[in-house]
């Protein structure tokens, strides 16, 4: 068997760039893209600080969360171990981006020149590549190299001709390559004679990338004692190792997070109406209407907008955005039908199918192991409780309409079970608040408190006392549980646009171990931008 992998030697690497400068030439990569880059990390505190040079990009991961996200199938992985992008399926939805927890991924959805705006050089108009605009893409470990070498009886990792640009270039020799799997290999035997470490490796990945803290002295075990991370503060942009604001995932992606949990919500609360009363052919079509804009908000932000209808509903085997899809498909002629020929059964069964559209966009978030505010477990409940309070919020507000006015008694106990559904999302806003405390960057953490006020007291105590009130006052019982609806339904919005689009900080990078160099070195790595709870 073959795995093909990268070694970084922390103690040889002089964060001189060449590796990046080499595989932009190779790659023909765009001024803003870089497949390979070296972070420059200051760790410890004064005055015992270490400086230390990090290589990083795509980490070829044995389980890669950005293949098993992809709703195109565009991201795969060979036998060999290299994950690699069909720039011919991918619909860039970026979805692959924000899984990513190596922050590995680029989208670029237009030509960008290294002097800026049309002051295009030969080069660059000789060698750009359309087919990776509007795409994701990454580093590709140089396969179609290792391919060629391979086809010619050469040896990854020690022939050039087969071996990846940025290892070719490497002037401290820092930058291995070869197959793990064999064991007389070079990168085989560094691993023997030295100590190291992957990034993240905590999140399951299993990367293909390992980095040499340390070489083992002759009988010497492994050094497996836990040292926690020293954290520092502060925020990082591309290049940078702290955690920094994700670009992928915009207000039209929050809209569709918005529009899909309003419009599923509403609609399993006039499904469970329908037990009791005939329902609007009005409320269905609303209902449906929320869930369209809120895939039509989204699908504005692919990058190749006309091959994502069809494209999007070909991974439903692991990805949510696949499923998802396939069941807003369903969703809408049942509801449509339901709701035209007044069927109540048929509409409870579009209550139910709602109920799953809306299980499945709170996956969605939580398979984004790159986004430490999304992959929280606790975020599914919290997700899913916040669309049925948004749901039945409107369908509050929507009573104001004379058409649409229930009697007394329907309104008094849709307003109680809102009351008891607030309940429950404070709780699992509780959970999720508790949990994040425990795994989320500094930035992430600021927004969440910064967060958490309004939406204790205006979207849950407020709601629940205007509609105590209009229990005493019942006269005005329709007017004050309608504003409580509109305040909940408001709440639930600024909840999702602040956790897509204000804290969803990345993952950044972090090193376990700092290299050893001479007699100094070999202590507790760096976490930048994470507190000391993380």
Not at 249 to 274: E, K, P, Q
Not at 388 to 399: A, I, M, S
Request: net charge neutral; with cysteine; aromatic share 10%.
């Amino acid at each position: 068997m073959t795995r093909w992998g990268m070694i970084a030697d922390l103690e040889r690497c002089v964060g001189c760039q060449t590796c990046t400068a080499s595989c932009k030439h190779t790659n023909a990569t765009s001024p803003a893209v870089q497949w390979r880059k070296v972070l420059d990390l200051e760790v410890g505190s004064y005055p015992d600080v270490k400086r230390v040079f990090v290589p990083v990009g795509c980490m070829h991961c044995e389980d890669p969360p950005c293949m098993h996200v992809c709703p195109s199938t565009a991201t795969g992985q060979r036998a060999d171990g290299i994950v690699t992008i069909d720039y011919d399926l991918c619909i860039g939805c970026a979805y692959c981006a924000v899984a990513c927890p190596y922050q590995a991924r680029y989208k670029v959805d237009g030509p960008t020149f290294a002097y800026g705006g049309d002051g295009q050089m030969k080069n660059e108009a000789k060698r750009e590549d359309p087919a990776r605009l509007g795409v994701a893409q990454k580093c590709t470990f140089c396969s179609d190299r290792i391919d060629y070498g391979l086809e010619n009886g050469l040896t990854p990792g020690i022939d050039p001709a087969a071996t990846p640009a940025c290892v070719n270039s490497c002037i401290a020799s820092a930058l291995h390559f070869g197959n793990f799997e064999d064991p007389d290999s070079n990168v085989s035997k560094l691993l023997d004679t030295h100590q190291t470490f992957r990034m993240h490796e905590e999140l399951g990945t299993d990367p293909g990338f390992h980095y040499i803290w340390k070489r083992k002295d002759s009988g010497d075990a492994d050094d497996d004692e836990y040292l926690p991370p020293i954290t520092s503060i502060g925020t990082g942009n591309v290049g940078a190792a702290a955690p920094w604001l994700q670009q992928h995932w915009d207000w039209r992606a929050a809209g569709n997070f918005i529009g899909g949990g309003t419009g599923s919500g509403l609609m399993v609360a006039i499904a469970v109406l329908a037990a009791f009363v005939p329902v609007s052919f009005f409320l269905t079509l609303l209902a449906l209407g929320c869930v369209g804009a809120g895939l039509f908000s989204v699908w504005l932000e692919t990058g190749r907008p006309f091959r994502a209808p069809l494209n999007v509903f070909f991974n439903p085997q692991t990805s949510w955005m696949s499923r998802e899809s396939m069941v807003g498909t369903v969703l809408f002629p049942v509801a449509l039908g339901a709701g035209w020929f007044g069927v109540p059964t048929l509409l409870m069964v579009a209550g139910v199918i709602a109920l799953a559209y809306l299980y499945c966009q709170a996956r969605l978030l939580k398979a984004c192991k790159g986004i430490p505010a999304w992959r929280e477990p606790a975020i599914v409940r919290l997700i899913v409780s916040t669309g049925l309070c948004e749901g039945l919020g409107l369908l509050l507000v929507l009573n104001l309409i004379p058409s649409l006015v229930v009697a007394p008694s329907l309104q008094a106990g849709m307003a109680s079970a809102l009351v008891v559904l607030l309940a429950l999302r404070m709780l699992g806003w509780r959970f999720y608040r508790d949990a994040i405390k425990q795994d989320a960057p500094v930035e992430t953490q600021r927004v969440l408190n910064r967060l958490n006020p309004p939406f204790v007291l205006v979207g849950h105590l407020l709601p629940m006392l205007l509609i105590a009130s209009g229990y005493l006052y019942t006269d005005a019982f329709t007017y004050v549980s309608a504003l409580a609806g509109a305040v909940v339904l408001g709440m639930g919005w600024v909840l999702k646009y602040q956790l897509i689009t204000k804290a969803s900080y990345n993952q950044g990078y972090a090193i376990t171990r700092v290299p050893e160099r001479g007699t100094g070195g070999g202590g507790p790595g760096g976490k930048p931008g994470w507190s000391s709870a993380a």
